[in-house]
């Protein structure tokens, strides 16, 4: 066979799925940063104005108290002087860009208005923009899986990625022409990412061997990476040059990830012409695939009845529900919360809206690491093991964002508590997530399309929850509210997912026979033989000896020379 190869196929696969996962997650939160800039600020006026004003004490409440909702508790000298050391942060927000956008060229050749405050939109309104992109988010999540089945999860994954951030190129003038066209161009890029993710699920079931599943699987969080370093760069984008060139940037960088994802990707081992053959072998052997089971799969019909009728799917369900309200709040909000209650420039909003979820791969990566060692050594049952990831990715998220509703004007106390939410709920890809694959290999994108389309309801429901509670005035109390419901969503689905979640593989995962657990074989085994020992001792009286009895499986295509390798009957 040769020597060990230097580098792993599913090495560089890993790599690829991580950066692809953060490209997708750029996608989604591109808006959440540029809309703070995007949006004229309550009582925004030009920047001379604002910081005369500010001097002469005349406007600081009726300017700077409509935006850091902190600082209204304050006495009057004292606020006056946080703003005056605070007004560069405000500048900030009122400068004109230092490099002009091609679409603001493009207006002003063309004599349109180039809303140079800031689009007039709502609270309400804003909502909509964010959460737009997940209203149909949902229809599309059951079609990734049987699409990755059928054309391969290279293709599925790949294009839907490329095409959203294709997509990103048209949002700036999308803006400008009208929030309705913003709105309908964010729902369709919400429709064709909504492939993505079970169509990974899919090819993890093709490559990753059993106990490697819950180190694989944090390559997903490659999307917390992104979001932890696309904060900041945004932030870094639109106080260097403008808003717009955030979506420039995310065309860019997404089309390059795609050329390297049509060249070094392949849906399984046994297509992969550099893949060395110890390492396909090993994979192959360990996830019991054959040409035989190659030729079933293919002519296998979907067991929809048996999956939607699965106690242990719906307890994921409810897992998978409940960590994505959480995570969605926390990362769609968090830059409108930390600006208009801590009263944070777009520079530090982006830094430190996006550290939560650089912890949030690091911890996941060595609770992953964890559950792994675990279960290679036989010291935890994979069911346990997933209800340990469970419970640190809901329950204990939810405690720690009940800090996060009752941490006030506590900056510090804010960003910790932020910051442990997020970082518990990377254990996700040792619970939830890795339990898809154990209760169903073969069916595991689908059964992701099914947990996204319904766990990504939160992703459009939340922000409209949040734009209704914080319609016309940001406070405090208010945020409260939110961060509340998003605890006891957490907190309820941890519970009811420790309860009763099930890891192991589920009898519908074949249709075959040959495809039964092997402890249900040897028990099968073990039954027969004991009725052959009883009855032989009927026979002879119970007295010992006479020929041994034994069992073995023999398939029956060399017994009875029908051509069904599904079948196997027990013979003496």
């Not at 208005?113 to 909502?127: I, L, P, S, V």
């Not at 403008?242 to 065309?251: A, P, Q, R, T």
């Not at 941490?407 to 518990?424: D, E, K, N, Y």
Request: hydrophobic letters at 45%; charged letters at 15%.
């Amino acid at each position: 066979m040769g020597k060990e190869p230097k580098v792993y196929a599913r090495t560089v696969l890993w790599y690829l799925v991580f950066v692809g996962f953060a490209v997708n997650y750029m996608i989604r939160i591109n808006m959440n940063i540029t809309i703070v800039t995007m949006v004229k600020q309550a009582g925004r006026k030009s920047s001379a104005a604002s910081s005369e004003e500010i001097a002469n004490g005349t406007s600081v409440d009726r300017v700077q108290r409509k935006v850091y909702a902190c600082y209204v508790e304050r006495n009057g000298s004292d606020f006056i002087a946080e703003d005056l050391a605070k007004s560069s942060a405000m500048a900030l927000l009122q400068s004109e860009p230092k490099v002009q956008s091609p679409e603001k060229w493009l207006l002003k050749l063309l004599k349109f208005d180039t809303k140079e405050d800031g689009f007039e939109w709502n609270e309400y309104e804003q909502g909509l923009v964010l959460g737009a992109f997940f209203w149909l988010h949902w229809v599309t999540q059951i079609p990734g899986g049987v699409l990755a089945r059928k054309y391969g999860t290279k293709m599925v994954f790949g294009v839907a990625n490329a095409i959203g951030c294709w997509m990103c190129f048209l949002m700036p003038l999308a803006s400008y022409w009208d929030i309705r066209i913003l709105i309908f161009l964010r729902v369709v890029q919400g429709v064709i990412c909504g492939v993505a993710w079970p169509a990974m699920h899919h090819m993890a079931g093709q490559w990753i061997p059993p106990n490697e599943r819950s180190k694989f699987i944090t390559a997903y969080l490659g999307s917390s990476v992104g979001v932890a370093l696309n904060f900041p760069l945004f932030g870094y984008i639109i106080s260097w040059s403008s808003w717009e060139y955030v979506f420039h940037f995310c065309g860019i960088f997404g089309t390059i990830w795609y050329l390297a994802w049509v060249v070094l990707v392949y849906d399984s081992p046994a297509e992969h012409p550099r893949i060395h053959p110890k390492e396909r072998e090993y994979i192959e052997s360990s996830l019991g695939i054959t040409e035989k089971s190659k030729e079933q799969d293919r002519h296998e019909a979907t067991p929809w009845k048996e999956m939607m009728l699965s106690k242990a799917m719906w307890m994921t369900v409810i897992a998978q529900w409940a960590g994505i309200w959480g995570l969605f709040t926390v990362m769609t909000q968090a830059p409108s919360y930390f600006n208009y209650i801590h009263g944070w420039d777009i520079k530090m909003t982006g830094l430190l809206s996006g550290i939560p979820h650089l912890c949030r791969m690091i911890f996941a990566y060595f609770f992953s690491m964890m559950g792994d060692y675990l279960l290679r050594n036989n010291l935890m049952s994979r069911t346990n093991v997933r209800k340990m990831g469970g419970a640190s990715c809901c329950v204990l998220n939810g405690i720690f964002v009940l800090g996060l509703a009752y941490s006030g004007c506590h900056s510090t106390a804010a960003i910790l508590f932020l910051t442990l939410a997020t970082m518990a709920h990377g254990a996700v890809s040792t619970g939830p997530l890795a339990n898809i694959v154990d209760m169903s290999p073969k069916y595991a994108g689908i059964l992701l399309g099914i947990s996204g389309m319904i766990g990504v309801i939160p992703g459009f429901v939340s922000p409209i929850i949040v734009g209704i509670l914080t319609l016309g005035n940001q406070t405090v109390k208010q945020w409260e509210y939110v961060f509340l419901i998003t605890a006891g969503m957490l907190i309820v689905g941890g519970i009811l997912y420790m309860l009763f979640a099930d890891s192991t593989q589920q009898p519908w995962n074949s249709a075959t026979e040959e495809a039964l657990d092997a402890r249900e074989l040897v028990g099968l085994k073990l039954n027969v033989e004991d009725a052959m020992r009883e009855k032989e001792r009927e026979a002879g009286g119970g007295e010992a000896g006479g020929e041994p009895v034994t069992a073995e499986i023999v398939d029956e295509q060399n017994t009875s020379g029908e051509d069904d390798p599904a079948k196997a009957v027990l013979v003496r």
